[in-house]
């Protein structure tokens, strides 16, 4: 089983950067395809990014597309959300997943595993 621990999240003005990280335990991190996700107050959770054990061609929701990205570093067990650009609408909290497959998946209820969370507040 993998336990994911995010970390980064903050207060930032609109405009401004955020780097998260997602660190996952156990020592089958390379197999598993990593995504973020989010959820603001009153609404559902959404897809952010989502990237393959390998690496290899990162996914986007439309909404991150030229602003964040993913990546990861599997030597360190860990994923990044880099966000750039931030807007006031970008307020959440955000969520690591992992699904121990090969592929990308933009549904919550594909992934297996979850972190616990970390605020991101973008004032404007």
């Known amino acids: 089983q993998a336990q994911l621990v995010e970390s980064g999240g903050g207060l930032v003005q609109a405009g401004g950067s955020l780097r998260l990280s997602c660190a996952a335990s156990?020592?089958?991190?390379?197999?598993?395809?990593m995504a973020w996700f989010c959820q603001a107050p009153g609404k559902e959770r959404e897809f952010v990014a989502a990237?393959?054990?390998?690496?290899?061609?990162?996914y986007y929701a439309d909404s991150a597309k030229g602003r964040f990205t993913i990546s990861r570093d599997n030597a360190k067990n860990t994923v990044y959300l880099q966000m750039n650009s931030l807007k006031p609408e970008d307020t959440a909290v955000y969520y690591c997943?992992?699904?121990?497959?090969?592929?990308?998946?933009?549904?919550?209820?594909?992934?297996?595993?979850w972190g616990q969370g970390t605020q991101v507040t973008v004032s404007s």
């Open positions: 990237i393959r054990s390998s690496g290899s061609t990162p």
């Open positions: 997943a992992a699904r121990r497959a090969y592929g990308i998946w933009v549904n919550g209820y594909e992934y297996n595993y």
């Open positions: 156990g020592r089958t991190f390379t197999v598993y395809t």
